[in-house]
C-alpha cells in the first residue's frame, strides 16, 4: 500500500491509541535536504487539516568521535555540544521563518539528551504533546526500507497515529480526499 498510495497514509499498528481534539502533528526532522522536502510536504497536510506542526528534532551525537575532535580543537565536549545544540536551533528558526508565509504555526522542539534511540524519543514526545506524527515516505528497494528503518520503528511502535505523506505528492489537494475515505 506505501509503495503504490499518492495520498497521506494514516498508519495505525496494534499499540495506538486515539488522541482526541489533537491540536498539532509532530514531525521529526534531522535538518537534512530530504527532511526539508519532506517538511513542505509535512506543512501542506498539517495546513488541510487546520493543525500547527511541531519541528522535532533529538540532539544525537558520537561522544567518542566529539570527544577527539574537541580536545584537539581545544575545546571541551561540553562546549562542542553547546554550540552543536546552538547551531540546531538556529538552523529550526530559520526553516520557521522560511515556512512562515504557509501561514502554519510551526514550534520547534529539541530535545538535548543523547541517550537513547531516536525512535523511542520520537514516540514519546509524540505521546506527551498527544498529537499524531508526520513523516514523509522514502524510496527504496526492500519493503522495510521503504519508508527507512527510523521510520519503520516509529510506525511499528508509536501508541499514536501516523501520517505517512507520498513523496510527491500534492498533498494539500488530495488530503482531504484521503481522510475522507479513512
Not at 42 to 53: E, P, T
Not at 74 to 84: A, D, K, V
Amino acid at each position: 500500500l506505501l509503495r503504490i498510495v499518492k495520498t497521506p497514509v494514516l498508519v495505525l499498528n496494534s499499540h495506538w491509541r486515539p488522541i482526541d481534539n489533537y491540536e498539532a502533528l509532530v514531525f521529526p526532522t534531522d535538518f537534512s535536504a530530504r527532511s526539508k522536502t519532506a517538511l513542505t510536504q509535512a506543512i501542506a497536510f498539517a495546513k488541510s487539516q487546520g493543525r500547527k506542526l511541531i519541528l522535532y528534532h533529538k540532539y544525537q551525537v558520537d561522544v567518542q568521535a566529539i570527544s577527539s575532535l574537541a580536545l584537539s580543537a581545544g575545546f571541551s565536549i561540553r562546549h562542542f555540544q553547546e554550540n552543536e545544540i546552538a547551531s540546531r536551533k538556529r538552523l529550526a528558526a530559520e526553516w520557521i521563518q522560511e515556512f512562515s508565509p504557509t501561514g502554519v504555526s510551526i514550534d520547534f522542539f529539541l530535545d538535548p539528551t543523547t541517550d537513547g534511540e531516536i525512535w523511542d524519543s520520537i514516540i514519546r514526545f509524540a505521546a506527551l504533546a498527544k498529537a499524531p506524527i508526520v513523516i514523509g515516505k522514502i524510496k527504496a528497494r526492500r519493503e522495510r526500507d521503504l519508508i527507512g528503518g527510523l521510520v519503520y520503528k516509529v510506525v511499528q511502535k508509536a501508541r499514536v497515529p501516523v501520517f505517512v505523506l507520498h513523496p510527491r505528492d500534492s498533498v494539500q489537494k488530495r488530503a482531504s480526499e484521503g481522510l475522507r475515505a479513512i
